[in-house]
Each structure stands twice: as C-alpha cells, then as structure tokens.
C-alpha cells in the first residue's frame, strides 16, 4: 500500500515490480530496457492491427465487392482500416473505465474468439459434417455470450457480498458489481461459452440440408 500511496493509489501490488526495478537496474540498464519493452510492444501491435485489418478487407469486405479492386484502392482501404483500428484501441485503452480487474477482462475478451475459433478449428479437421452453418453459429454464439456479460455488468448493478453474505461496505458506501458476476460468475460464463460455440457448432451443421448426389446419368445404348 505505501507503494502504490507515492503513485497516488491505494493498491500497490499494480506498481510493486516498477518499483523494485527502479530501485535495483542502472538508469542506464533502465533505459535500454525500457527501450526494448517499447520496441516489442509496437512490433506486437502493429502485427495484430495489420492482421486484423487484412482479415477484415479480405474476410468482411469482400463479399461485398461486385467486382476486383484495383491495388491502389486496397491499400487506402486496408490504411484506413488499420487508422480506424488505431483510434479504437485509442478509446479504449485510455478513456474506457474497466469494471472490475484486468484479469477477469482479458478473459472475457479472449473468450469472444478463442471459444468459436478453438471449436472451429476441431470441428473441421475432425468431424465431416461440419460446414458453414456450424460454423456462423459458432462464431455468432461464442461472441454473443461475453458481450452479454459485458453489457449487463456494465448497465445492470447490484449490490456486492461479503463471505458472511452481508452488503460490502467501503469508505461509507455499498459496493456495486455486475448482475451476471453477482449471481452467475464470469468464469462460469466463460466455460458456458466454450460449451455453447461447440452446441452451436454441431446443431448449425446437422440443420444445414445435405446435398443428395447427383444420380447417375442412364448407360446410352
């Protein structure tokens, strides 16, 4: 707590390991360092922000186009899809407020992709019958769920619990959290989501009618 009280916080386990870096490599040592951590996290998010752009343009515009592009107009498409990207990630990590802690966020948000792609992935090199009703199925579910839990967290509010079942009180006020977390648990809305796509997955396939083959054309005499 006295740590994270210098940085203006009252938790301190958030800035203990800046701390003790600051107190143990060389300013020198220091620089390089944060030189380093600087250059790989720009390597990182520029990878993701082409390949997210690309995905896009190729997987999501393209069905739409009614005729090829031309190279000059792919590539301002594919700029401006990477600044839109861009501003985005800019909203959200500055000026979003996150409810409750990172860890249970990232897993949220890893589950809007993980949970359609992992099932999408098995489905399709292990089980013949799936096609591509299972799979939209999979994708809209297994995004549909962690969003749901977002929003309701985020909108719909009650008050949390202590382990003896009373009202959490901090510095004279009821402590709030989400209805979902309250009454459900986010990591049990995060398994369901995994276990969901798979449902998904397997009765999209079985509802998409199979092509009956083509009959065999009479023997000319």
């Known amino acids: 707590e006295s740590i994270g ?15 003790l870096l600051a107190q143990l490599v060389p300013p020198v ?17 520029s990878s993701y922000m082409l390949t997210w752009g690309s995905v896009i343009y190729n997987d999501i515009l393209a069905p739409f186009r009614r005729k090829r ?11 401006c899809i990477v600044a839109l990207i861009g501003v985005f990630l800019l909203f959200w990590g500055l000026w979003y407020k996150l409810e409750g802690n990172l860890w249970e966020y990232l897993q949220k948000t890893g589950a809007i992709y993980l949970s359609s792609m992992s099932v999408l992935l098995i489905a399709c090199c292990y089980w013949r019958r799936a096609n591509n009703w299972g799979a939209i199925a999979a994708i809209v579910i297994g995004a549909a769920l962690p969003v749901l839990d977002l929003s309701l967290n985020l909108f719909v509010k009650v008050p949390a619990l202590d382990a003896n079942g009373l009202q959490l009180v901090k510095e004279g006020k ?12 986010d990591h049990y809305v995060n398994i369901g989501t995994f276990a969901a796509a798979g449902l998904a997955m397997v009765v999209g396939s079985l509802l998409k009618p199979r092509r009956s083959p083509n009959p065999a054309a009479p023997d000319k005499v």
């Open 174 to 185: 009821v402590v709030m959290e989400g209805v979902v977390k309250h009454y459900v648990g």
């Open 29 to 45: 040592m220091m620089g390089i360092l944060v030189a380093a951590m600087l250059a790989a996290d720009m390597s990182t998010d």
């Open 5 to 19: 009280l210098q940085f203006g916080e009252r938790d301190g386990t958030l800035f203990a390991m800046p701390y």
């Open 69 to 79: 592009w031309s190279e000059r107009k792919g590539i301002l498409w594919n700029r």
